[in-house]
């Protein structure tokens, strides 16, 4: 990547700006001089562009197909020697507005009324009573979940499980016009600030102390994933793999279907294996990236890195990760925050590489229809991990599209008397002002697209219809 140069205005520009961020008491001089080192490396334009010519696939050797990995042995005390060496670490710092809740979404009710973390905090107790080792959890959350996750967290006191909790940065809100800190323009609230993405992962590890105390415990890997993946649990072939290996980073992708085309996929570049973002993507290109074709993987965001190495790049300010530009609106200024992707890492890391693991891995919940498949009888609960039914003949999930009427978790819950079966179901969409009863089957291809109030009868079983009112039940 070739170096940039700022322009003499835009010199001008950071210059006031590194001065207006200095007299910002609320954020530390780690965070003042991280951001300031974004907008630097912003304004000189240090794009890094992708010439498609020289894109590869990744041969089996760069992204390891996951049937090919050796399996672990079964002395439970060498599996306890593999897992003494790990951390698990999930991002906590989004909040679960989008579902209509206040506060982290790890504290969404998933199954049985257990939250995302309590399902990870079983998960790993189980992991620790099982072979007598001390996996420890950190939570990484923002300033938006810090307090709330501070509070949810003493619920575990009791359980054998070291849990750390860290905040990741804070950034100032960039205002477009005159390039100054949003909390200067009296924006004092935390509407000044934002989490810049999780790429701040790695910076925020060192800073916190987290780092040099997991280091100084003979901790080797961090596994990170996002906390509402539930398909992202501990798995030792991987772990075993990158030890044996020396593998530094490892991203966890899996198969692209159509539903994933916007995902970010693993190149061979220049020699090296990196991240290719759509953003990144020329605009003649854009078809051709969303082709399941060529592109057959998409990035999970399960992250398997070496804590040593993570020490040594921070150490260097070698992680210059694609920048991230979100333009957003608050209170009538037009503002920029400069994100950056933690999968995006990967091209800096010795010996990286992809694995690509079954589909069962990556099951995010980002919107009530995922609640709803992970609610329902396509899945069981057992030892806090969520199992999918084996009933279910096709590999893939139904496609769930639900209207407006149920986007929030309250609705949602409240339009449903039972999660309805769908273990036959191929897809399902659902727009209007409808009601389920209970045991409810859904099977084949079913739209329910009403004007009016409809209430879908306790018992119903509904196969291969079109409903646009009561006559057609």
């Known amino acids: 990547m070739a170096a940039a140069t700022i322009a003499p205005a835009d010199s001008e520009k950071l210059s006031a700006l590194r001065s207006a961020v200095s007299g910002l008491d609320q954020i530390s001089e780690n965070e003042k001089s991280g951001f300031i080192s974004l907008v630097s490396r912003y304004l000189s334009g240090e794009a890094q562009h992708i010439e498609w010519s ?157 780092l040099d105390a997991l280091l100084s415990q003979g901790k080797e890997y961090v596994f990170i994933a996002n906390s509402d993946n539930l398909g992202a649990i501990v798995d030792l072939k991987i772990l075993n793999h990158l030890i044996q290996n020396k593998n530094e980073y490892c991203m966890e992708v899996t198969p692209k279907t159509l539903a994933d085309v916007k995902g970010g996929t693993l190149i061979s570049y220049e020699g090296k294996v990196q991240l290719l973002e759509i953003a990144q993507v020329p605009d003649e290109h854009v078809n051709e990236f969303k082709s399941i074709e060529k592109f057959k993987i ?102 769930i599209e639900l209207g407006p009427e149920f986007k929030k978790v309250s609705n949602f819950l409240s339009r449903f008397k039972t999660i309805p079966s769908i273990i036959e179901l191929d897809s399902l969409k659902v727009v209007g002002d409808v009601w389920f009863g209970a045991n409810i089957k859904l099977k084949g291809k079913v739209s329910i697209v009403c004007k009016a109030k409809l209430e879908i009868p306790d018992g119903a079983v509904i196969e291969n219809k079109e409903i646009n009112g009561p006559e057609d039940l």
């Open 54 to 210: 020289k894109i590869k696939t990744p041969t089996d050797e760069v992204v390891v197909p996951y049937d090919t990995l050796s399996s672990v042995s079964e002395d439970s005390n060498e599996t306890k020697k593999l897992l003494d060496k790990l951390v698990v670490l999930k991002l906590n710092g989004g909040l679960g507005t989008t579902m209509g809740c206040t506060g982290p979404k790890s504290v969404i009710e998933v199954r049985n009324g257990l939250t995302f973390l309590d399902l990870i905090v079983i998960q790993i107790e189980n992991l620790n009573k099982k072979y007598g080792c001390n996996v420890p959890l950190l939570l990484m959350n923002s300033f938006n979940t810090h307090d709330d996750t501070q509070k949810i967290v003493e619920k575990y006191v009791k359980s054998n499980i070291e849990i750390h909790t860290f905040n990741q940065s804070q950034y100032p809100r960039l205002v477009v016009d005159d390039f100054t800190p949003l909390p200067s323009k009296g924006v004092t609230g935390k509407d000044g600030w934002y989490p810049p993405g999780h790429g701040d992962v790695f910076p925020s590890l060192n800073n916190s102390g987290k």
């Open 298 to 399: 998409f990035n999970t965001n399960n992250l398997w890195v070496n804590l040593g190495a993570i020490k040594r790049l921070v150490e260097a300010d070698a992680l210059k990760m694609e920048i991230i530009p979100n333009p957003k609106e608050v209170e009538g200024f037009k503002v920029l925050q400069l994100e950056t992707a933690a999968g995006a890492a990967i091209r800096f890391f010795d010996n990286a590489i992809g694995i690509n693991v079954p589909r069962s891995r990556f099951l995010p919940v980002k919107a009530t229809s995922d609640l709803l498949l992970v609610q329902s009888d396509l899945y069981t609960l057992e030892d806090g991990f969520v199992i999918r039914n084996p009933a279910r003949t096709n590999p893939a999930n139904p496609s």
